[in-house]
T-cell receptor
């Protein structure tokens, strides 16, 4: 069974304090790993898809990386508006299903 | 309208009521999904429709009944729900293909069962 574990559960940063969010996964035949951002009371917003180990993608202050066992979402010089829950999901094998982790709640203080 | 829309955004219903959730996607996708999101738990996939055919049903109780009349619309019919069914219900759509494909989510319906 596909498994996704995200850590830490919650992270509090000072504005400008860079950090990383971790997503560990156990799947058979990874097709893609996805990062989403979710604001309170809203649906998840798609950020990145990573297809293979070694791949990296960037968007503004966010950079996602992928290895054979885990993915990191690096946040450089975060701002209060980066506060949200960040979700990681995997798609594997012939399945159309996305398996999600529980998410990491990020809070950035001004 | 753009993206994926859901109505209503909030719903309060008694255990004996019948109600329906509506989802519409404006992205030209060929697959649609219903998810349940409860506090402190990962998103739970409920149903998958591909080209209007239900391709997955993840052991969801029969008090939840999906309907997909065309590739742009998806409904979730609710009846005799339980308080533990209170959650955020999310609709998503995607373009199914051989390579990995992301799903795009609507804003959700916050359901409270009293």
């Amino acid at each position: 069974e596909d498994q996704v574990t995200q850590s830490p559960e919650a992270l509090r940063l000072q504005e400008g304090e860079s950090s990383s969010l971790n997503c560990s996964y156990t799947v058979s035949g990874l097709r893609g790993l996805f990062w989403y951002r979710q604001d309170p009371g809203k649906g998840p917003e798609f950020l990145f898809t990573l297809y293979s180990a070694g791949e990296e993608k960037e968007k503004e202050r966010l950079k996602a990386t992928l290895t054979k066992k885990e993915s990191f979402l690096h946040i450089t010089a975060p701002k209060p508006e980066d506060s949200a829950t960040y979700l990681c999901a995997v798609q594997a094998g012939a399945n159309s299903k996305l398996t999600f982790g529980k998410g990491i709640t990020l809070s950035v203080r001004p | 309208e753009t993206g994926v829309t859901q109505t209503p955004r909030h719903l309060v219903m008694g255990m004996t009521n019948k109600k329906s959730l509506k989802c519409e996607q404006h992205l030209g996708h060929n697959a649609m999904y219903w998810y349940k999101q409860s506090a402190k738990k990962p998103l739970e996939l409920m149903f998958v429709y591909s080209l209007e055919e239900r391709v997955e049903n993840n052991s969801v109780p029969s008090r939840f009944s999906p309907e997909c009349p065309n590739s742009s619309h998806l409904f979730l019919h609710l009846h005799t729900l339980q308080p533990e069914d209170s959650a955020l219900y999310l609709c998503a759509s995607s373009q199914m293909r051989l390579a990995a494909y992301e799903q795009y989510f609507g804003p959700g319906t916050r359901l409270t069962v009293t």
